[in-house]
């Protein structure tokens, strides 16, 4: 499964996703998924066209380096979130943002900060993400108020 993956073979998925699109494999579903937030993403294209390169490497934040697997994961861990509708509410907090923004990626793209907020003060403070604060959050992107 992709989420019980170390940070190599999360990696890989992201390298043999791109390889596959290449030699026009066909491709399942969750696959589909990341080859599309990949392709919204040619900034990240030189990374997966270098596996060597790639696969080991460290992003430093300290140095402004941004990690493009973390924040394609990113990404698509929002689509997950969309799909399922969790948070409950989250669908049309979503929708809000996108229309507020007038783009699903920018959208996307602040909705991101607001989950690397919730996931760096879950990490600090021991706990599971707080996903109502999370959600007032995103619903606040689409100028929705709180409990809407």
Not at 56 to 65: I, K, L, M, T
Not at 69 to 87: K, N, S, V, W
Not at 97 to 108: G, L, P, T
Not at 116 to 141: Q, S
């Amino acid at each position: 499964m992709y989420f019980q993956q170390d940070r190599n073979e999360l990696r890989q998925t992201y390298f043999d996703v791109w390889r596959r699109r290449d030699d026009k494999a066909q491709l399942e579903p969750l696959e589909l998924l990341i080859l599309g937030v990949i392709e919204e993403h040619p900034e990240y294209h030189d990374f997966l066209d270098d596996p060597d390169s790639s696969l080991d490497r460290d992003f430093s934040p300290e140095y402004g380096q941004s990690n493009p697997f973390l924040h394609m994961g990113m990404h698509i861990a929002i689509r997950e979130q969309l799909t399922t509708d969790r948070p409950p509410g989250f669908a049309m907090a979503y929708a809000g943002a996108v229309r507020r923004y007038a783009d699903s990626h920018e959208a996307e793209h602040r909705i991101l900060e607001c989950l690397a907020e919730t996931l760096w003060l879950a990490h600090r403070d021991g706990t599971a993400p707080a996903e109502l604060d999370y959600l007032e959050k995103v619903r606040a992107l689409g100028g929705m108020e709180a409990g809407s």
